[in-house]
């Protein structure tokens, strides 16, 4: 065997610009916690940061710090001072990694952005359980460590349908989380603001439904190990303009390579669907792996979660409520395989990857028959990985491969 | 020298590697398997050279050749690469050109793969990240027991109280064994137990179809492994002439069906 010539995606012009942003908020906070100018609230990643916002909070997301611990492959050797005091190495490696990164003193912030030592001081932790148990332990941990007060909602989780009782107690969750809010953050709490917030993340959350949506097109113009990198500003800067501003960049590129027939992967054959976590300390691994059998990974369950429909600047209350807990997570396997089928007919996928995170059961839909129900209905095959979205300790990198070359010599198969 | 043109399948597998050479009439004219050790490359380049030698042919004979297997990307004078699963399914496919599951039980892993009646694959599984079920089990429990791998077969046929072992883990099936052994058990009855836990991972594995082919090195040295799974299933199973060269002569028509290259 020859030199394998090795295809990689193509690169998004965009991301000097996201870098910036992205840059921008980290200092930001940093200015904040070291001179205590403004509070830093942290929440989970679809916790009610637009109330937060709203409220004069800074917010940092230490769901984003368990991501680039795993990026930055950090992650499993902080992972075991986590486990040494009690929190076991099979729960989420997101808190495993980040209590332990925590333990340890060190943080890639301060790898990425020269000046930055620490994560951001808290003076308040406000999780919601929509995505999992996982997300309160994790935070009630840093509150009884620094002394932070706790405040959460807690989320119906697995029902098909969301009725209004339950948006009902959500909204009345949201609602009671004014009064404590207000007298950490010693602002009154202005509706106007909580609208204006609102306003921007429902634009942002359009904007990168757009933005994925471009994918749909054949060659896509952005795969999925893109799209994990550029949600970042979803993900960290929702309800505020530089997300927006940034997501009208970022289409306005991806328009341009669909109208220019480029597909962010040379000779695009295969259409994938990525079902779960990234494997974060193997983006370009996998990206490259599947590039080069002419694969296109450009869908994902997790880079559609950050599309917020439901987010709604009359009503914010309710439609935080219902944008919280309208999550894929949150819902049954019949609501989820109903939204699969939706997404493989839009995206045109051939087959479909489902990543069985060992340390994440919430968001690994393989383990109760889903795959096989889906097959069965749809045609499209299935493949199973198992790997992780942080340890990785628990990955085989061979088997991965052997598998997913595996698979896309069986889509070859299908299609002769 | 008889001067025909053959094509090449070499299987590099975790354990052995395995060398198929076939003529244009599929014939299997020349075969070898070795350790794979840690020179792949080296390794396959004897195991090469041994078959050419059997099947009095020489290295200018070789239309193509393709490697599969876990080292298959390490052997330098192969044309191409398909996967072990792909390969395994060429090569049971042409032996029982039917709907078949194919069962291949590996040194360092397990495959189920499904084949519809053209040969199509609709499905395949790999073991989990987990030796359970695999050769390296049974390598382990061989050494627990300090008993010859070749011998197991012959003494689990003499079991007549069978020991059941409940753990799913290679260590702590390991520390069950001791356990057995501490309580007197009789070896046939601990091995065949051993043998019989193989058996339970691959069921867990998937569903099969009517007929189920089972192949690998583990099969081939274990035979007593296809009675047992025969019995579970209740019904006989296909087993190939040369169940541990299925892969490499799988990779072998792989090699035919390909572009013709010449190496000189």
Redesign the interface.
């Known amino acids: 065997?020859g030199e394998e010539k090795k295809v990689v995606r193509k690169k998004i012009e965009a991301t000097g610009i996201m870098n910036k942003y992205m840059a921008d908020y980290f200092y930001e906070l940093d200015r904040a916690s070291k001179s205590g100018v403004k509070k830093i609230a942290w929440c989970t990643s679809v916790g009610p940061a637009e109330l937060l916002l709203s409220m004069g909070f800074l917010v940092y997301y230490p769901e984003n710090h368990g991501a680039l611990l795993g990026t930055s492959r950090m992650a499993s050797e902080v992972i075991p001072s986590a486990n040494v005091i009690g929190y076991s190495p099979d729960i989420c490696s997101y808190l495993t990694a980040d209590i332990g990164a925590y333990l340890k003193g060190v943080t890639p912030l301060s790898k990425a952005f020269e000046g930055i030592e620490s994560v951001p001081k808290p003076d308040v932790l406000v999780y919601n359980t929509n995505q999992c148990r996982d997300v309160k332990d994790w935070f009630a941990w840093y509150s009884r460590e620094l002394n932070v007060p706790l405040l959460g909602i807690h989320t119906h989780r697995n029902p098909t349908d969301i009725e209004e009782n339950v948006v009902g107690s959500i909204t009345m969750q949201i609602k009671d989380l004014v009064k404590p809010l207000e007298k950490i953050s010693g602002n009154k709490f202005d509706i106007k603001e909580l609208k204006r917030i609102v306003a921007l993340s429902r634009e942002c959350s359009e904007l990168w439904k757009q933005v994925l949506e471009t994918a749909s097109i054949n060659p896509s113009p952005l795969t999925f190990f893109d799209g994990t990198i550029h949600m970042g500003p979803a993900v960290v800067l929702r309800g505020t303009q530089q997300a927006v501003d940034y997501y009208k960049i970022l289409l306005k590129e991806l328009k341009e390579r669909v109208k220019n027939k480029e597909g962010a992967v040379e000779d695009e054959k295969f259409r994938i669907y990525w079902e779960g976590m990234p494997v974060w300390g193997r983006l370009r691994a996998h990206s490259e792996l599947f590039a080069n059998l002419k694969a296109c990974v450009l869908a994902s369950t997790y880079c559609n979660s950050w599309i917020f429909t439901d987010f709604d600047p009359e009503d914010p209350f309710t439609s935080m409520a219902k944008a919280y807990s309208e999550l894929f997570i949150v819902k049954s396997d019949e609501a989820k395989e109903k939204y699969m089928k939706r997404m493989i007919d839009f995206f045109k996928i051939d087959g479909v990857i489902y990543h069985d995170a060992k340390t994440c059961p919430n968001n690994s839909n393989n383990r109760y028959g889903m795959p096989q129900r889906l097959?069965k209905e749809t045609g499209i095959?299935s493949l199973?990985i198992?790997g992780d979205l942080n340890d990785l300790r628990?990955?085989?990198d061979?088997?991965t491969k052997?598998?997913v070359?595996?698979f896309i010599?069986?889509l070859e198969?299908?299609k002769t | 020298m008889n001067s025909q043109p053959v094509f090449v399948g070499i299987d590099v597998g975790a354990s052995m590697t395995k060398v198929a050479v076939i003529d244009a009439n599929k014939n299997l004219v020349g075969h070898h398997i070795k350790k794979s050790g840690t020179d792949f490359t080296a390794t396959a380049n004897l195991c090469l050279e041994a078959s050419l030698k059997m099947a009095n042919v020489e290295e200018k004979d070789i239309v193509m050749t393709v490697s599969t297997g876990y080292g298959r990307k390490n052997v330098s004078f192969a044309h191409d690469t398909v996967t072990e699963i792909g390969c395994h399914a060429k090569g049971c496919f042409h032996y029982f050109p039917i709907t078949i599951t194919i069962i291949d039980i590996g040194g360092q892993d397990n495959k189920i793969i499904k084949l519809d009646e053209s040969g199509r694959r609709s499905s395949f599984k790999m073991n989990r990240k987990c030796a359970a079920g695999t050769g390296a089990f049974l390598e382990e429990m061989s050494t627990r027991l300090d008993i010859p791998l070749e011998e197991m077969d012959g003494l689990a046929r003499k079991s007549e109280d069978m020991v059941k072992l409940g753990s799913y883990c290679t260590v702590f099936s390991a520390t069950e064994v001791l356990e057995n052994i501490r309580n007197g058990k009789k070896l046939p009855d601990i091995i065949k137990g051993v043998f019989f836990s193989v058996v339970n991972r691959i069921m867990e594995m998937d569903s099969f179809t009517e007929k189920v082919v089972m192949t690998g090195g583990v099969v081939a040295h274990n035979p007593y492994l296809v009675n047992m799974m025969e019995e579970m299933i209740g019904r006989k199973i296909l087993v190939p002439v040369y169940p541990q060269l299925s892969g490499a002569i799988g990779a072998a028509l792989h090699a035919m069906e390909k572009e013709p290259v010449r190496i000189n």
């Open positions: 065997m097959e095959p199973v198992n628990l990955i085989s061979e088997q052997t598998n070359e595996a010599e069986q198969e299908n």
